[in-house]
Nanobody, 126 residues
């Protein structure tokens, strides 16, 4: 299983960026995909998570990004494999390396496991 992240870069405070993540490989089912971020010297923290349940999709956000960031996915009703994170009204404190993650099954009997993509740098200048 591979998670490939796209986007990131440098933006001024108040600006916007969009991150995308694509999961590929041996995927049977995906419970959720998420974005985390980490700054040097601090623990990795959850930014936003997208769940695909049999009854529908749900999302959750860190308090610090609510109202500014939006996580979304395509292929509604199908296996969750691509997520986007639209980041608006960016602040210098949003500067971090952003990581894509997924909790998924590789087969019907594999049990669910966590997978991580490579990080992508987001820098917000003041």
């Amino acid at each position: 299983v591979q998670l490939q992240a796209f986007g990131g870069g440098v933006v001024q405070a108040g600006g916007s960026l969009r991150l995308s993540c694509v999961a590929s490989g041996k995927i049977f089912s995906v419970e959720n995909m998420a974005w985390y971020r980490q700054v040097p010297g601090k623990e990795r923290e959850l930014v936003a998570r997208f769940f695909r349940w049999t009854f529908g999709d749900t999302t959750e956000y860190a308090d610090s990004v609510k109202g500014r960031f939006t996580i979304s996915a395509d292929n509604s009703g199908h296996i969750l494999q691509t997520i986007d994170l639209q980041m608006n009204l960016l602040r210098p404190e949003d500067t971090a390396v952003y990581y894509c993650a997924a909790t998924l099954w590789t087969s019907e009997n594999s049990g669910k496991h966590d997978y991580w993509g490579q990080g992508t740098q987001v820098t917000v200048s003041s």
